[in-house]
């Protein structure tokens, strides 16, 4: 098929810089075969995959058990977060493997160590590496409410501010500055609000970015009322006002870019009642498919996507050669039908999480070939399973 016709465009790479690949104990959710074919059905060449795992990325050798599992298996490049340690010592010899370090509520509110935060912040600044929050206060928490409203807003903005109070308080201690500081799927108003003034307030010594998802984007809290257990992720999802606000932020480029946070479980782990129900969706299929439909309705440009989903995140990582086309950046490209129309069918979905908060959507565009470093790894439908390998850690190539 002639890919210079009117319907398609080609378009650097997708980054992701958000997901779940699981691996290793937790195989039966997802691997890194299945996580990276579903990247690239989505147009995806580039993921950076998260440290809870079992066991966890959190001392050096379980991140070289996640390294080799990974070599072997990865269809698109990949970048690797590392969780927080225990003790500093976990933490000789992992820079030159990682992009960053990912927090999560329990590191900051419940287990926060002084020393090893110290030593992060030394270690991202001397490394070029990005420190990514999940801000939420689990002080705030309120299992006793209805499901999808036990993790208020006010949990997402308290931590936020926490957060960056406390960074700013040991950077300027330790007379650090530069620190790059990423707040992941951030989901209310409020929190935008926070964040676009907090980037003015702390920029002597924090570089400020945050994220977004497609969920948190389009989808609102009405919903747990048909299917509480489907629809549980955290954050959880908030009002249509929220919605509105971080499309906004979109439209006025006060968010730094979008992410699928890709998180698969297994249908039976979906199915339960809230309370037991696993929260998180798979989402690296469509998040592209999405974008294009809302290209074609208007509601985004085709630079916008190019902007959220593949430069920005490419920067925030600072990660050389990706999303951009240009003399001497890697030939990862993604070539999108824009005509296509189709529906959302999860069973036919290459990741082993068969089900989605967006099954039976009309969508119109899709990824139509994926490129990785000069090889075509996804075409019109087909993976191209003989390149399974040809993945590459990130940290080997920038």
Known sequence: MDVSRERFRILPGA???????????YSYKEDYFTGTSAAACGGVVLVCDMPNTKPPTNT??????????????ALVDYGLYYG???????????????????????????????????????LAVSNNLTLVFHAENPKMFNYNAPPGFERPWTSEYSAIQSILALTHSILRSESISGVKIHITHVSSAKSIELLVNAKRVYRDRIKLTFDTTLHHLLLDNSLYRFNPGLYKVYPTLKTRLDNLRLYLGLLRREVDALVTDHAPHSLSEKVKPYSNALPGYPGLEIALPILLTMVDRGLLTLEDIVYYYSYSPSRILGLEGFGVISRGAYASLTIVDLKTEWKVNPDSFMSKAKYTPFNGWSLKGKPYITIVRGRVVFENGIVYEDLKGWGRNVRELT
């Open 15 to 25: 980054i992701d810089i958000h997901v779940h690949l699981r691996d290793l104990e």
């Open 60 to 73: 050096p050798n379980n991140l070289m058990l996640k390294i080799e599992s990974a070599r072997s298996k």
């Open 84 to 122: 927080v340690p225990s003790s500093k010592n976990m933490l000789r010899d992992v820079a030159r493997y990682i992009v960053g370090f990912k927090f999560y509520p329990e590191d900051v509110f419940e287990h926060f160590n002084r020393e090893v935060y110290s030593e992060i912040l030394k």
